[in-house]
């Protein structure tokens, strides 16, 4: 039983990393200019985040659940005004000058990007209905393992690792055709993956705001 629900959290963790989001925009932007592990970190700190909102999910914690509901409307505004700013920075920022860089990023240039991917996903209030959505889906709660805190290990290490093994390939696929971009080329991902991400965040704060203003 504890294999069965280790293998779903797995397969958990990767339905909610595969759709191409603004996380899955900046992985592949981040490969393109500052190279695999710095793409990675970005997703590492995006599974960090799914695992959070993966245990909210599985133990329904009152106290959270309540705040999301009550709040959604502002952390789909504020969490889309963050993720708007970022994907501008990203637009205006010089791929080439990353680049150049890349051979002297530590681990604290990567600890940024965890932060950076684990902020978009905390900010994501949509996150854990997905979660609730692909728990519902693949059959899994702790009633089927027991709320033993093994089992409950079991089951969130899956899923982090599900989410983490997605950004590792996506992250690594990209990484093999890094080297066939042209500085002119990473120029203009940079500025494409900037925007798209700005105007999914753009969309979060539209959205938020019009139910604010005229449904609620």
């Not at 992985?27 to 993966?54: E, H, M, N, P």
């Not at 681990?107 to 996903?121: E, P, S, W």
Request: contains cysteine; positive net charge.
């Amino acid at each position: 039983m504890i294999i069965a629900s280790f293998v779903r959290a797995i397969l958990i963790g990767l339905g909610a990393s595969i759709p191409l989001g603004p996380l899955g925009i900046m992985c592949i932007q981040k490969t393109l200019s500052k190279g695999r592990w710095s793409g990675f970190s970005v997703g590492l700190g995006a599974s960090l985040g799914d695992t959070i909102y993966a245990a909210i999910a599985l133990f329904s914690i009152a106290f959270v659940s309540e705040f999301l509901d009550n709040n959604r409307l502002w952390v789909m505004v504020i969490g889309g005004a963050i993720i708007f700013f970022i994907g501008l920075m990203i637009a205006m920022k010089n791929p080439i000058k990353d680049l150049r860089q890349t051979k002297t990023i530590n681990a604290t240039k990567h600890l940024q990007d965890v932060g950076t991917g684990f902020l978009m996903t905390m900010t994501n209030p949509g996150a854990i209905v997905l979660m609730l959505a692909l728990f519902a889906y693949f059959h899994l709660d702790l009633g089927s393992v027991g709320y033993k805190p093994y089992a409950v290990s079991v089951v969130l290490s899956g899923i982090f690792i599900g989410t983490a093994t997605w950004w590792f390939i996506l992250s690594g696929t990209i990484s093999l055709f890094r080297k066939r971009f042209r500085l002119r080329q990473l120029i203009t991902v940079n500025r494409v993956s900037g925007i798209a991400i700005a105007v999914f965040g753009l969309i979060s704060v539209t959205e938020g705001l019009f139910q604010m203003l005229f449904i609620n």
